[in-house]
């Protein structure tokens, strides 16, 4: 499965879109880019997830750059509750088990 | 509520204790994973059954025994652990032929002393 690196944090003000990005540069074509969140001492949360076009859901939406080598996950209207440590994770899908979650990047969403 | 119930939640241990994580997915998921978190590290991907068969060990010490009795079902039977083995322990299962998304419960904290 393909590497990913994302900053270790980022801040943002409550309201406003948080833009997380994911470099995945070693993506290979049949890997799908997958984002989860963990609030703290929590059990990760599925997010999205999306193969090469961009994706909305009622949580956020991802944007995937043409040649597939990275990626934004948006939360629109960012509130307290979306502080917590997100991840971006390259996996083929399906039939393959090795989900490899990284540092993934904390943010925290300021009042 | 995730469709992952994870008992205990909390449990104290000494290092020659015997005691066992119990993982339920209510989901009709057919593959189950444990993972291993500990403090200000990545989740560490520990084992993964797909319809009750191991299909991932990844270099997991012999004190932490993995056991799948049904697909509904996930132990981590623990013996003589150490105290670096206090950890978040991450249960999680998905519907790979699927999307394949993982949920996970949330979690059993473990403390050798």
């Known amino acids: 499965d393909a590497k990913t690196t994302q900053p270790p944090s980022m801040d943002c003000a409550e309201g406003r879109a948080a833009n997380l990005p994911c470099n995945h540069s070693t993506i290979s074509g049949n890997e799908y880019v997958y984002w989860y969140r963990q609030i703290h001492s929590q059990g990760p949360q599925y997010i999205i997830h999306?193969?090469?076009n961009n994706e909305t859901n009622e949580m956020a939406s991802l944007i995937i750059t043409e040649d597939r080598k990275s990626s934004t996950l948006i939360l629109p209207h960012a509130t307290l509750r979306d502080t917590a440590v997100y991840y971006c994770i390259v996996r083929v899908k399906p039939g393959t088990y090795k989900y490899i979650f990284g540092t993934g990047t904390r943010l925290k969403v300021l009042a | 509520e995730t469709g992952v119930t994870q008992t205990p939640r909390h449990l104290v241990m000494g290092m020659t204790n015997k005691k066992s994580l119990k993982c339920e997915q209510h989901?009709?998921?057919?593959?189950m994973y444990w993972y291993k978190q500990s403090a200000k590290k990545p989740l560490e991907l520990m084992f993964v059954y797909s319809l009750e068969e191991r299909v991932e060990n990844n270099s997991v010490p012999s004190r932490f025994s993995p056991e799948c009795p049904n697909s509904s079902h996930l132990f981590l039977h623990l013996h003589t652990l150490q105290p670096e083995d206090s950890a978040l322990y991450l249960c999680a299962s998905n519907e790979d032929r699927n999307t394949g998304e993982l949920f996970f419960g949330e979690g059993s904290r473990l403390t050798v002393l």
């Open positions: 999306g193969l090469k």
């Open positions: 989901l009709g998921h057919n593959a």
